[in-house]
């Protein structure tokens, strides 16, 4: 299992470090992609991604949740079973969490304004 911290993998300005060795980025583009599909959906049960998983030799696409226990995200590849948890997530360039939750406020503000028609 891989237990990562995103901010390990990131520079003083958030991005990928572009001076880490060319698999540190791998891994850190893969994790990016992870936390952006995770976060866009905000859900505790696993769900599947376009993410194909690193493991060679595998051609399955990740499943991905938030943690119930932590404030994490777990992915897990069904078929080779590589999976891993990513810590420190919250505020990366990756995180729709935020963005989510304002459309999600917004569609709310927008729809107590219809009144059903008489």
């Known amino acids: 299992?891989?237990?990562?911290?995103?901010?390990?993998?990131?520079?003083?300005?958030?991005?990928?470090?572009?001076?880490?060795?060319?698999?540190?980025?791998?891994?850190?583009?893969?994790?990016?992609?992870?936390?952006?599909?995770?976060?866009?959906?905000?859900?505790?049960?696993?769900?599947?991604?376009?993410?194909?998983?690193?493991?060679?030799?595998?051609?399955?696409?990740?499943?991905v949740r938030l943690s119930d226990v932590r404030d994490e995200i777990e992915w897990l590849c069904p078929e080779c079973h590589n999976e891993g948890r990513i810590s420190h997530w919250q505020g990366t360039r990756w995180d729709n969490s935020v963005v989510l939750s304002f459309y999600r406020f917004f569609i709310v503000a927008e729809l107590s304004h219809l009144v059903p028609c008489q």
Not at 36 to 53: F, K, L, Q, V, W
């Open 1 to 63: 299992m891989y237990i990562t911290n995103m901010l390990h993998f990131l520079d003083e300005k958030g991005n990928i470090h572009a001076e880490i060795p060319r698999e540190s980025r791998e891994m850190a583009a893969f994790l990016a992609l992870v936390v952006d599909a995770s976060t866009g959906m905000i859900s505790h049960e696993y769900n599947a991604t376009g993410i194909r998983c690193f493991e060679e030799g595998c051609t399955e696409n990740v499943v």
